[in-house]
């Protein structure tokens, strides 16, 4: 089952605009990781935040962490076509025994040239 | 660095058969974590494995099974495979046995007529 949500399943934007994705989960985590998949291919890891951080920058990325209310939000500024990809939240629940990452149902974006 | 490698990357079988993919994790990498990837379902964690004992296994019946071997190469075997079972199956690794970053490998899809 999945442990996160994301919001909005899908987004349209212009190039050159900022696009923002929104993440809940349901149980306390360790961590949460964003990735990035092109057209069904292998998950590129994005940003990691720990649940002791509120927010994390990298490069164009921002990502904001709120614990009390189990949800993150990615910020990608200035987006380019090449940003066209879904992008997945995921969470290593605290109390797991080994690596395991519970993934979010992903926001398909478009960014148009 | 090589990457995190999967054999091989598309694979058509028939219900009843049974398959096995194979991954290289990134030298040095002594975690391996294998996920399914449906339209359906998402993104759903099979099984973890770090120096050849499995931590971790998700909510999948026992066809699904796998192993690491000293090298830290990883197989996971399906058997009887059903149409559900089509998939891009995910394989990640890390050298830690806690959970940082994970890296993906391509996939191997598989398609089950």
């Known amino acids: 089952s999945q442990q996160g949500e994301e919001d909005p399943q899908a987004l349209s934007i212009q190039e050159g605009e900022n696009a923002t994705m929104n993440c809940s989960y349901k149980?306390?985590?360790?961590?949460l990781q964003w990735y990035r998949q092109n057209s069904g291919r292998g998950l590129v890891h994005l940003i990691l935040?720990?649940?002791?951080?509120r927010e994390k920058h990298s490069g164009r990325l921002r990502v904001t962490l709120d614990t009390s209310k189990k949800s993150s939000s990615l910020l990608i500024t200035a987006s380019r076509a090449a940003d066209t990809a879904s992008y997945f939240c995921?969470?290593?629940?605290?109390?797991?025994?080994?690596?395991?990452?519970?993934f979010g149902g992903g926001t398909r974006l478009m960014v148009k040239p | 660095k090589a990457g995190v490698t999967q054999t091989p990357r598309y694979l058509i079988k028939t219900r009843g058969q049974q398959v096995t993919l194979s991954c290289s994790p990134i030298?040095?990498?002594?975690?391996v974590s294998w996920y399914q990837q449906t339209p359906g379902q998402g993104l759903q964690f099979l099984f973890e494995?770090?120096?050849?004992?499995?931590?971790n296994k998700g909510n999948f019946p026992g066809r699904f099974s796998g192993r690491q071997f000293s090298n830290s190469r990883s197989e996971m075997n399906v058997s009887t495979l059903e149409l559900g079972d089509s998939a891009l199956y995910l394989c990640?690794?890390?050298?830690?046995?806690?959970?940082?970053?994970?890296?993906f490998g391509p996939g191997t899809r598989l398609l089950v007529l």
């Open positions: 935040i720990r649940s002791n951080e």
């Open positions: 995921a969470t290593d629940a605290s109390g797991n025994a080994g690596n395991m990452l519970t």
């Open positions: 990640a690794s890390q050298t830690s046995p806690v959970l940082e970053t994970q890296y």
């Open positions: 494995y770090f120096s050849e004992t499995q931590r």
């Open positions: 149980t306390s985590i360790n961590n």
């Open positions: 030298s040095g990498h002594r975690s």
